[in-house]
């Protein structure tokens, strides 16, 4: 049995990673994205608070999604770092809004800190095709 090669995935329709990372690996039917942050993909940061942030982090784990040929509906389990968990309520119904009937698993973790100080990083791991 072969192993399959991890194969890192970039796009510009989402921000550079700002370390030594890919924005996103994909390994067989698997597809790992990194943790997003509020920034547009020029790398300037989101304005704004939870909610804005919370929106710009979906704008760009949906680019990258889209750079491997997926979309939201595959998404297999989401990992969220929210500063405040008092922000959660008005985090969860924007989330909400963008999975509507799909419910991928999830955990939810409050850090003391983000990268840039910002409010929320979420991860995705997605099902993807298989290349032949």
């Known amino acids: 049995m072969s192993k399959q090669q991890p194969i890192p995935l970039t796009t510009a329709d989402a921000p550079a990673a700002i370390g030594p990372y890919s924005q996103a690996v994909k390994v067989g039917g698997l597809l790992f994205t990194s943790g997003q942050i ?8 989101v304005e704004g608070g939870i909610g804005e942030q919370t929106h710009q982090v979906f704008r760009n784990l949906q680019a990258v999604l889209a750079a491997a040929g997926a979309g939201l509906n595959d998404v297999v389990k989401a990992t969220v770092f929210i500063k405040d968990m008092n922000q959660f309520t008005e985090l969860n119904a ?5 999975f509507g009937a799909h419910k991928p698993a ?3 973790v409050e850090v003391a800190r983000l990268p840039k100080d910002v409010l929320v990083e979420i991860e995705f791991i997605a099902s993807i095709a298989v290349e032949q």
């Open 38 to 45: 509020p920034l547009k993909p020029d790398g300037t940061l």
């Open 106 to 108: 999830r955990s939810t």
């Open 94 to 98: 924007i989330y909400a809004e963008y």
